[in-house]
């Protein structure tokens, strides 16, 4: 059911940003819509999610109603800071947000675009399970206005899927890719890599499948072994080995070659697309700064600086907006300092890179060593003046964090 959410200071009962923070209506605005539900809990994930026997005190079937209380609520915010944008991309993730159906995911994002609008040529994806699209739910997501599915693939490999409790069929992706383009949204695939017991052989496998499928955009995950979690209870018990660091390296060094070579370019650490329209625009808000509100139990907020976070459970999420209030659980200020180190972290991950003007001192004199270590391309340092990691560069990025952040 994920980890435990940050501290921070109170936020008002009716969810108001601080007296001094005003929207920048030139800053992209995102929604992010958390559906917090699955069939079954995956033995990997550490994420806000909850299987109906975990529910106790909160109804599937009244979620989008609840959730729509939200977004009222956040339009007066918004207002009160200075005005509403209209959103340039809507994400619903999860969790499995097909579990619900068609009719109420659509209703959510109609209550978006009452409330805030929509930006012209607005990215709108919604997360699947293999299993849970069909022609009719891809149809009725495309009428919605949804313009991108994204396919929780994870492997191809019947036994990696066995590992990381994923019960989709591997054959159902392929219907649901036919789905999804027979509906004309474009695709998405993710992959997850490391699995304890999965080979090199099984992981090209996989590539070698995603790319048949032809998809626009494929991401593809180091497996993270979470505290807390079944797969980490395993390991500790000596059940199933550790993931392989150094396999590891190598299924992302196999993924870039294969996804170059079939013509899919990355623009970050964990993601390739045939071209810069079918990047994820959702994903890149977060990585460069953007504005974002996040909509559901769990879900981070970032508005003008300013970051806050709902309460956890559906039925504490759906009692406090019930009550008319707003259901952020804490709030933080970051200050000039930490959004340094965070603007490092992040744009260091993507294609683009991080100007060398933005770094001081000791962290601008780290970048010579970094070019001489193979971890920043020196052109991109020398002609563009922008940190851009290198593959290899790519693969130690903490590294390069830490030394521009000393």
């Known amino acids: 059911m994920g980890s435990a959410l940050p501290r921070g200071e109170p936020v ?17 605005f995102g929604v992010y819509l958390h559906v ?9 994930c550490d994420f806000n999610t909850y299987t109906s026997s975990e529910l106790r005190g909160a109804r599937q079937d009244e979620y989008a109603d609840t959730l729509m ?3 009222r609520l956040a339009e007066g915010v918004l207002a009160r800071a200075g005005g509403n944008r209209p959103a340039s991309t809507v994400f619903f ?10 009719g109420d995911l659509a209703r959510m994002l109609g209550s978006v675009r009452e409330a805030f609008g929509l930006a012209h040529g607005a990215e709108i994806t919604v997360e699947a399970n293999p299993d849970t699209v069909t022609d009719a739910v891809a149809g009725e997501l ?3 206005g949804v313009t991108r599915l994204s396919i929780g693939m994870q492997s191809a490999v019947p036994h990696v899927l066995a590992t990381l409790d994923r019960t989709h069929d591997p054959a159902n992706v392929e219907t649901a890719v036919r789905a999804a383009r027979g509906a004309g949204l474009d695709l998405s695939v993710d992959l997850i890599y490391g699995a304890p017991g999965e080979s090199l052989e099984d992981w090209r496998a996989s590539l070698e499948a995603a790319i048949a499928l032809e998809p626009d955009h494929v991401s593809a995950y180091a497996l993270i ?3 807390g979690t079944k797969l980490a209870r395993q390991i500790r018990r000596g059940e199933v080995a550790a993931p392989d660091d150094d396999l590891q390296a190598d299924m992302y060094e196999l993924a870039d070659d294969l996804l170059d070579g079939a013509g899919y370019h990355w623009y970050e650490v964990s993601n390739w697309a045939r071209d810069d329209a ?12 953007a504005d974002w509100w996040g909509f559901g139990p769990g879900a981070h907020s970032h508005i003008a600086g300013v970051r806050f976070w709902n309460v956890k459970h559906p039925a504490a999420y759906a009692q406090r907006l019930h009550a008319g209030e707003s259901p ?35 962290a601008r004199q780290a970048v010579a060593a970094l070019i001489a270590d193979g971890l920043v391309d020196g052109s991109a340092a020398v002609r563009g003046g922008r940190v851009v990691l290198t593959r290899r560069g790519r693969l130690l990025a903490d590294a390069v964090v830490r030394a521009l952040t000393r």
């Open 12 to 28: 008002p009962a009716d969810g108001s940003l601080p007296p001094d923070v005003r929207v920048d209506a030139a800053t992209d």
């Open 36 to 44: 917090p539900f699955c069939r079954v809990r995956c033995g990997y």
């Open 69 to 71: 209380r939200e977004v």
């Open 93 to 102: 993730g999860g969790g499995t947000p097909t579990l619900l159906p068609p």
């Open 142 to 144: 495309a009428a919605a």
């Open 225 to 227: 072994i979470e505290d």
């Open 278 to 289: 079918h990047r994820s625009r959702h994903n890149l808000a977060y990585w460069t700064g």
């Open 328 to 362: 952020a659980a804490a709030k933080e200020t970051p200050d000039a300092a930490a959004r340094a180190l965070e603007s490092v972290l992040l744009r260091t991950r993507i294609r683009e890179g991080l100007p060398v003007s933005e770094l001081r001192g000791p």
